[in-house]
């Protein structure tokens, strides 16, 4: 590595020359790019994501007064003292529970069904087309 002063101008005019240069240099006759429009996918209206958003929703609302209902019939099965009676309860705390569970899970999967139908599905005629073409594959399945 040289450390003198002349190296150092050496290195600044050289450096300099360079820039110069490519300053100067003629330019290209660049051609504009070819405006490619993009294809616009016809969106119809989407019931079935409206459907499963408005059916999700209802679901998840009602999981919360199942779980109360799941709630009051425990508090009941907690207070009863009659041991005939003390399973019964339990098997409707734990119908109470399971439906609400359920509903909360059925009505969120909805609600992911309908974003993936709204936003993330492409829009294609069918799900299932046959394509005859050489390039491609004679069934096409899309999700």
């Not at 003629?26 to 408005?54: K, L, N, Q, T």
């Not at 679901?59 to 109360?68: E, N």
Request: charged share 20%; net charge positive.
């Amino acid at each position: 590595m040289l450390r003198s002063r002349p190296a150092a101008l050496l290195r600044a005019a050289a450096l300099s020359a360079m820039l110069l240069q490519a300053a100067l240099a003629p330019a290209r006759a660049a051609s504009p790019f070819e405006v490619v429009p993009r294809p616009v996918a016809a969106r119809g209206p989407r019931r079935a994501a409206a459907c499963c958003a408005v059916g999700g929703v209802g679901l998840v609302v009602a999981s919360f007064p199942l779980k109360q209902l799941a709630d009051r019939r425990y508090d009941a099965y907690l207070s009863e003292a009659d041991p005939a009676r003390i399973e019964s309860r339990w098997d409707a705390t734990l119908r109470a529970d399971r439906m609400a569970n359920g509903s909360l899970l059925a009505g969120e999967g909805l609600l992911a069904l309908a974003v993936y139908l709204q936003f993330v599905r492409p829009s294609h005629d069918a799900p299932v087309a046959l394509v005859v073409e050489p390039s491609r594959c004679a069934l096409a399945l899309r999700f």
